[in-house]
């Protein structure tokens, strides 16, 4: 189902194309760039990864280039950054955004799974809320491990969808919402899987796992594109009728006008290393 060229389906995937498809993706970015909750977990993430001056950066899946341009902030002149966004579109707009900023930061296209860059070339990778759009994220995770050079990290945040929570709809009626939603995402349950597909690559995980709630605020349930979206697609398979979708995009839009409506998901945190061997500590010494 689709609103404006904008589907469950092909949200944040590399074809998709169109103005109004393009404006919608990267206002649900601004929007979420916003959150409050979203900076707690960005910030615990950069302090737990020690991200520091003169490393070089890789934001796998940048978008609008707004973890590309801290990055770049962070490393400083003595550093790099680079973006890699299979979207053009978003390129475009990651690009416009990091030099009005005057930010030194460069984008190339590239996916998750085939990084075009060499063996153990990075100190940091950052990747957020994106291996939930991979069909196979366990080869971004490989692909994160053999960029990496030896004490790299990889700072990878994602959503477990399942764990999604919503006042004012029918519990069964919000289910049925929500498997619709979750069988339109490629790897929708995406960050219970990184502890497993991230030591599966070779990498080490640590303990501390941060983890925040991602609120919707009042004015986007009112006019929700995903409830939306969700409710149709539903229809579509036949698991909720146009008259229980009616009513529960009714219930929400009227529960936010009131103030009092609840919808939220929770993303995790994860410091993945690439451990050093005994030799490479030797050296770093």
Known sequence: MSEGGFTLGSAFQPGTTGD???????????????????ERLRVW?????????????VDVGSGT???TRRLAQLVGPTGQVLGIEPNAEMRRVAADRA???????????????????????VDVVWCERVLQHLPDAQAALHEMARVLRPGGRALVLDSDHESRVQSDIDPAVGRAMLEAFMRQVANPRAARSIPRQAITAGLTVDPDVGSTALVAPQHQLMSS????????????????????ADEALAALTTA??????????????????????????????
């Open 225 to 244: 594109h995903l409830a939306r979206l969700a409710a149709e697609q539903a229809v579509a398979d036949g698991t909720i009728t146009r008259e229980q």
């Open 65 to 67: 280039g707004t973890m």
């Open 45 to 57: 993430a950069l302090d737990a990864g020690a991200v520091d001056a003169g490393e070089t950066c």
């Open 20 to 38: 109004e498809a393009v404006a919608t993706m990267v206002t649900v970015l601004d929007e979420q760039d916003a959150a409050p909750s979203i």
């Open 256 to 285: 936010a006008r009131q103030g009092w409506a609840f919808s939220a998901v929770t993303i995790f945190g994860f410091v993945c290393r690439k451990p050093v061997s005994g030799r490479e500590e030797d050296a770093l010494d």
């Open 99 to 121: 030099a009005s900023a005057g930010v030194a930061a460069t984008f190339q296209e590239g996916l998750a799974t085939a990084l075009p860059l060499p063996d153990a070339s």
